[in-house]
């Protein structure tokens, strides 16, 4: 399995064959280089091409080293290696830039020997020339390379060859202006002028020490977990855009590699369901996306009481955090303060003794919650258990059925009774009806018209069990319950 993070048009395997072949190219261009140039120093006497054929041999070692790093670096997350390797990518960018710095010493050391102490005769030829005016144009094709895959799949380790390459262009450039002196010096009889080779090198090593430490803080950057702070701030503001959150809370950025990894812990309301929490999870997942499209995220949501949470809300939620149901709940005022009437319903196989527990910490978590809330009693009732009876259906309906609508249209509110089922239970009747009520009526009302039903059909009908009474506004269509569609 691969893990390379991709890049958008591109899959993961398509970026680790990108990453690998453009770094091989680079490391054949910088053995023809290397070679190239140490000749011709060699023979001309130059240190300002042998610094440059130094500078091609680091470049040879960073491509390889590249080369190891972008393979390791998109290899999948293991036991020992729960980010990924993609650091690995960074360790071998710090690693180019301290064998920069090793070079560079050696070149400034060996060109202020030769401007103070040891001065060399250079002999400036044609394949000098030449080899230079190469270098210059394989650089530049080969920067210009690695720099379209490092953008293309933000390989950090490419983006540090790329960036030797363009080095070389100006230290190229550099050496190119030297020899020229050096030339120009012998045709005109300067002596002077044999000096531009030794500064040259010197201006060659400058250039690479700026650029290398550059460099080298970014991976040292990465190395050391640093956040990059403008991505965090855009993540940040991005997030603040979800309404449904407080927060985020605490958010950390790091990198390794080309992927980046997203910590945030966002504050949810605690009323909403797991469901809609999630929602909101996938929401602000999103938003990150959108700045970071390769991040690895993970989200931590924690709860947050909302201003406008009634005490009936705040109590029913404390409950069923202990696994528990209420209802009954009454909410007065007594000596001064809030009191609270309850009952809980709880498992009825628990025992006496866990369920006195468990009512004991509902009690005390609402204490806590609320230090000003003054007596709570709680009576616990055991959860029904679900019913599985043999229920058989019954057949002649249209006596019964007529029965209930006479009675339900004596009763003020009730426009009619229809669609009426009958189950036999146990030789007991069970009964649903749908009831269209007055729309002005409140679901309390409309509620209480329905046990009036009940009772008058009881007293009518003989054998009612259990009589369900589905109560809808005048008006509806036909078959809208039957559908599962919503009701008053």
């Not at 301290?98 to 102490?117: P, Q």
Request: hydrophobic share 45%; with cysteine; charged share 25%.
């Amino acid at each position: 399995m691969n893990t390379a993070p991709e890049r958008p048009g591109m899959t993961a395997e398509e970026t680790t064959r990108a990453k690998v072949r453009v770094a091989r190219i680079s490391a054949l261009a910088a053995v023809g280089l290397v070679a190239a140039k140490a000749i011709v120093g060699w023979q001309t006497g130059s240190l300002a091409i042998l610094s440059e054929a130094a500078h091609s041999g680091l470049d040879l070692i960073a491509t390889v080293l590249t080369l190891f790093a972008v393979r390791v670096a998109d290899r999948p997350a293991d036991r020992d290696h729960h980010y990924g390797h993609g650091k690995v990518e960074n360790l071998s960018a710090l690693t180019e830039t301290g064998l920069l710095l090793l070079t560079c010493l050696w070149i400034i050391f060996e060109a202020l020997e030769r401007l103070l102490w040891k001065p060399v005769e250079i002999e400036p030829t044609w394949a000098a020339f030449g080899v230079v005016i190469a270098s210059i144009l394989i650089d530049r094709s080969r920067s210009r390379a690695l720099a379209k895959v490092a953008a293309a799949t933000g390989s950090q380790a490419l983006e540090a060859d790329a960036l030797n390459f363009r080095t070389d262009i100006w230290s190229s450039l550099t050496v190119l202006g030297g020899l020229i002196l050096v030339w120009a010096g012998k045709q005109w009889a300067l002596p002077q002028l044999h000096l531009a080779d030794a500064i040259a090198a010197i201006l060659v090593a400058c250039i690479v020490l700026l650029v290398g430490a550059r460099l080298g803080k970014r991976a040292v950057d990465a190395l050391l977990d640093r956040a990059p702070l403008d991505l965090v701030e855009r993540i940040r503001a991005a997030i603040a855009g979800v309404p449904e959150i407080r927060g985020p809370l605490s958010l950390r950025v790091r990198t390794a590699g080309a992927r980046r990894f997203v910590d945030a812990a966002i504050s949810i309301e605690r009323g909403a369901s797991f469901e809609g929490a999630h929602d909101v999870v996938d929401q602000v997942e999103e938003r990150i996306r959108q700045v970071a499209p390769e991040a690895s995220i993970v989200i931590h949501a924690e709860p947050f009481r909302a201003v406008d949470e009634s005490l009936s809300d705040a109590i029913r939620l404390i409950v069923a955090r202990h696994a528990a149901g209420a209802h009954d709940m009454f909410i007065y005022d007594a000596n001064g303060k809030r009191c609270v009437d309850l009952h809980l319903e709880l498992p009825g196989e628990m025992s006496l003794v866990e369920a006195h527990a468990t009512t004991e910490r509902i009690e005390s978590d609402l204490h806590e919650e609320f230090p000003h809330l003054g007596a709570i009693h709680s009576h616990v009732d055991p959860v029904r258990p679900v019913r599985r009876d043999q229920i058989e259906v019954e057949e002649d309906l249209e006596q019964l059925a007529g029965t209930l609508a006479a009675l339900a249209t004596t009763i003020p509110g009730i426009r009619d009774c229809r669609r009426v089922s009958t189950k036999r239970v146990r030789g007991r009747l069970w009964i649903f009806c749908y009831c269209s009520m007055d729309r002005r009526l409140t679901l309390r009302e409309a509620h209480e018209l329905g046990l009036e039903l009940g009772r008058r059909a009881r007293r009518e009908i003989s054998g009612i069990e259990r009589l369900t009474v589905h109560a809808e506004p005048e008006g509806v269509a036909e078959g809208q319950g039957a559908e599962g569609k919503p009701h008053a």
